[in-house]
């Protein structure tokens, strides 16, 4: 089975921080995504890549940036931290394209004062 | 635009009852559909899809899921419900012609013992 780590777990930073989310994957899997949790919006994708050196926007992309440095290792940057990025943070990988079966990191709870 | 709607925020049941969650989408085409189960303090894992085929999908647990093109729905089942299925389901909605996921806001369910 697919194995996504994530780290930090948790992360508190202030306004204006910088912020780095860090996720690996071992299957060797070609996608991962980047995804935030809201309540009464379920899961948001921010940004998504299919390859190393590869970055596709997502749906909710401001204020984030992404860099997919191996086919292993997928991050997540946010250079102005705004309290509006509180939120929790689940990195994805799959095989293939989105109607493969996506698995999921154990998520990143993001605090930003 | 293509969309996922889960109307039932929260429900609540009795162990050993039966169980639907809802699901309707919005896509032209046929979609790529899925469940995804998230336990406390975890990432989401996947409990079924469906693409095509026999519509009435087995998957893990004992839950199934029924697509209805018809009512543009693809409700989740159980016969009996343990109170370890206390989680948050998520239905998502792949399009066929796209590299994302489209999630819905969630249902929480809690089993009553």
């Known amino acids: 089975e697919a194995a996504v780590t994530q780290s930090p777990r948790n992360k508190v930073t202030v306004t204006g921080g910088n912020v780095t989310l860090s996720c690996r994957q071992t299957n060797s899997h070609n996608y991962m995504y980047w995804y935030r949790q809201d309540t009464g919006h379920g899961l948001r994708l921010i940004h998504y890549s299919y390859g190393a050196g590869n970055l596709q926007i997502g749906d909710v992309p401001d204020g984030y940036k992404a860099t997919r440095t191996t086919q292993e290792d997928f991050f997540l940057l946010l250079e102005l931290a705004s309290p509006s990025q509180t939120s929790l943070y689940f990195c994805a990988s799959s095989e293939d394209w989105g109607g493969d079966t996506q698995y999921f990191g154990p998520g990143t709870r993001l605090l930003v004062l | 635009a293509q969309s996922v709607t889960q109307p039932d925020a929260r429900v609540t049941v009795s162990e050993g009852a039966s169980l639907q969650l809802r699901c309707k989408y919005s896509?032209?085409?046929?979609?790529?559909l899925f469940w995804y189960v998230q336990y406390p303090r975890q990432g989401l894992q996947l409990l079924l899809k469906y693409y095509s085929g026999d519509p009435v999908v087995q998957g893990v647990n004992s839950f199934e899921a029924e697509f209805s093109k018809s009512n543009s729905s693809f409700h989740l089942q159980k016969a009996s419900v343990h109170w370890s299925d206390s989680a948050v389901y998520f239905c998502a909605l792949s399009m066929s012609n796209t590299n994302k996921v489209v999630f819905g806001t969630g249902t929480r369910l809690q089993v009553l013992p």
């Open positions: 896509y032209s085409a046929t979609p790529y």
